[in-house]
């Protein structure tokens, strides 16, 4: 019988962990290496060894209504979408309320997981911990692991002939924390995520000229959609999902691309992606496209070699001068504390987790990763639902399959990447919280069509079952008139 739950980390995901083990009885101890809560959320000037590191004008891509906890609506006078500091208060103001502080221990670094010698009968963790030089192990009965993806970054460099003979200065994004030292310099930045396009357009302020590179192009959308409402509350619908289900895939497609080219062409501006209906996470940007047509970025093709001074680019053009190289290509998945890296990790450094949370080859469900899947989706939601999943098959109540056969007959690698609505309700059919429009229709058609038509919200997974919430139903008939506030 599991009852004393290790959590590692104290982020978005830690968080929801912590609360998900209170609401079933169970007694959570969380380790946070650092001396505060809020995960990458929380800013510092310098980056620090093991935790995730953002810059300082980094803004939330979703907005307010579709990223709180799922029973935590943020405050009616926060902007839709956030500047990292609020995101950091409002997570401070949800461990306040839930009162999750005192179950974590700061300044902890977990340095080892591994499992009891008699394990295949209790399914126990030994977890070795450390704190101001002193060392202490405990048993647990499970372990949630919510220690994030943005910790270790991916540098490439064999990839990039040459970079060893470059003059100029080069760094991973993970260094990078505001524009002002590269004033007046010529800058290349390798990758087309998130970070690689927020930091072009930041620098193209102060630098005499930003090249942006990229290997296989991506769609780029706007944080503001029709008629100037967010984007996710108007793309993340069940009315659309169900439409892209039943549709015919050719069908499907086209509709996917003319929606991504809506406001501007792609191709014309050097963003067009390789595989123009792969359905990855695209990049969430204002400015990107002004910036290129103003010529202050320039988009460029994958690099083929580095020189002392120049870049020489995949189509044959040179660059000369360039001074600084951000190479934002993204982050490795690591776990340095588990002694079997196995469990979570297998070949060629794929990870493989059933329901993009359990390790498969576990004798005993006592293990979770939460907070990895990625999808169109919020994270703090998706971290939510899944910690809820996760306490119920702890406790064996298991919704769905049998472990034992999930254990013998699941071996093949997961995509990480998922559609976000149909995971999530996959996750709350197996505990019994996914909304039923059919019968809400019936007792509440005003509702049942906002939880169809309207956005995806949060809420919606607080309406039935196990850790119902009252103010469910009122967060979401009231959800656009906060967007407008």
């Known amino acids: 019988?599991?009852?004393?739950?290790?959590?590692?980390?104290?982020?978005?995901s830690g968080l929801a962990a912590i609360k998900g083990c209170l609401e079933e009885g169970l007694e959570p101890t969380c380790f946070e290496q650092s001396e505060d809560i809020g995960g990458l959320w929380r800013y510092t000037d310098q980056t620090e060894e093991g935790r995730a590191s953002i810059y300082r004008t980094v803004f939330t891509n979703s907005c307010k209504e579709m990223m709180c906890y799922s029973d935590f609506p943020f405050p009616d006078d926060?902007?839709?979408?956030?500047?990292?500091?609020?995101?950091?208060?409002?997570?401070?103001?949800?461990?306040?309320?839930?009162?999750?502080?005192r179950h974590i221990r700061f300044k902890t670094l977990v340095t080892k997981v591994k499992k009891r010698p008699d394990f295949s009968v209790t399914?126990?963790?030994?977890?070795?911990?450390?704190?101001?030089?002193?060392?202490?192990?405990?048993?647990?009965d499970a372990v949630m692991i919510c220690s994030g993806h943005h910790v270790y970054p991916h540098l490439?460099?064999?990839?990039?002939?040459?970079?060893?003979?470059?003059?100029?200065?080069?760094?991973?994004?993970?260094?990078?924390?505001?524009?002002?030292?590269?004033r007046g310099k010529k800058v290349l930045v390798i990758g087309l995520g998130n970070s690689g396009c927020d930091i072009a357009v930041e620098l193209s302020t102060v630098a005499s000229q930003?090249?942006?590179?990229?290997?296989?192009?991506?769609?780029?959308?706007?944080?503001?959609?029709?008629?100037?409402?967010?984007?996710?509350?108007?793309?993340?619908?069940?009315?659309?999902?169900?439409?892209?289900?039943?549709?015919?895939?050719?069908?499907?497609?086209?509709?996917?691309?003319?929606?991504?080219?809506?406001?501007?062409?792609?191709?014309?501006?050097?963003?067009?992606?390789?595989?123009?209906?792969?359905?990855?996470e695209p990049v969430f940007n204002d400015d990107l496209p002004s910036r290129i047509a103003?010529?202050?970025?320039?988009?460029?093709?994958?690099?083929?070699?580095?020189?002392?001074?120049?870049?020489?680019?995949?189509?044959?053009?040179?660059?000369?001068?360039?001074?600084v190289v951000v190479f934002a290509?993204?982050?490795?998945?690591?776990?340095?504390?588990?002694?079997?890296?196995?469990?979570?990790k297998s070949r060629d450094n794929q990870v493989t987790l059933y329901k993009g949370i359990l390790p498969p080859h576990l004798e005993k469900p006592t293990m979770v990763v939460i907070g990895l899947v990625q999808s169109l989706g919020p994270i703090i939601p998706t971290s939510d639902l899944q910690c809820r999943w996760a306490v119920k098959v702890f406790q064996g109540r298991w919704m769905g399959m049998c472990w034992a056969k999930v254990y013998f007959l699941y071996g093949n690698s997961t995509t990480l990447q998922t559609d976000?609505?149909?995971?999530?309700?996959?996750?709350?059919?197996?505990?019994?919280?996914?909304?039923?429009?059919?019968?809400?229709?019936?007792?509440?058609?005003?509702?049942a069509l906002e939880v169809f038509f309207g956005p995806c919200s949060p809420y919606q997974f607080r309406l039935t079952g196990l850790g119902k919430w009252s103010g469910a139903r009122k967060a979401i008939l009231t959800q656009w008139d906060r967007t407008l506030r």
Request: glycine fraction near 6%; include cysteine; proline fraction near 5%.
């Open 1 to 12: 019988m599991v009852r004393r739950v290790a959590v590692v980390g104290a982020g978005v």
């Open 78 to 101: 926060h902007p839709n979408y956030m500047h990292n500091a609020r995101l950091q208060h409002y997570i401070c103001k949800y461990a306040e309320h839930f009162d999750l502080l």
């Open 123 to 140: 399914g126990q963790w030994e977890v070795v911990t450390q704190r101001d030089g002193k060392e202490e192990t405990a048993v647990f």
């Open 156 to 182: 490439p460099l064999a990839d990039f002939p040459g970079i060893q003979k470059f003059k100029g200065c080069y760094f991973h994004s993970r260094e990078y924390k505001e524009p002002e030292k590269f």
């Open 210 to 280: 930003v090249y942006l590179s990229s290997r296989s192009g991506s769609w780029v959308m706007s944080r503001v959609w029709d008629k100037g409402y967010p984007w996710d509350m108007l793309v993340i619908t069940r009315f659309r999902t169900w439409l892209g289900n039943i549709l015919p895939r050719v069908l499907s497609d086209w509709l996917y691309v003319r929606g991504m080219n809506r406001f501007f062409k792609h191709e014309n501006f050097g963003l067009m992606p390789l595989n123009r209906t792969s359905r990855k």
């Open 294 to 323: 103003c010529g202050v970025v320039v988009m460029k093709p994958n690099v083929k070699e580095f020189r002392e001074t120049s870049v020489l680019f995949q189509d044959g053009t040179v660059q000369d001068d360039v001074d």
């Open 329 to 344: 290509t993204g982050y490795s998945y690591s776990y340095p504390f588990m002694e079997d890296a196995s469990i979570i």
């Open 420 to 447: 976000y609505i149909t995971y999530m309700d996959e996750l709350a059919s197996a505990i019994g919280v996914k909304p039923n429009i059919l019968k809400l229709l019936l007792t509440d058609p005003r509702l």
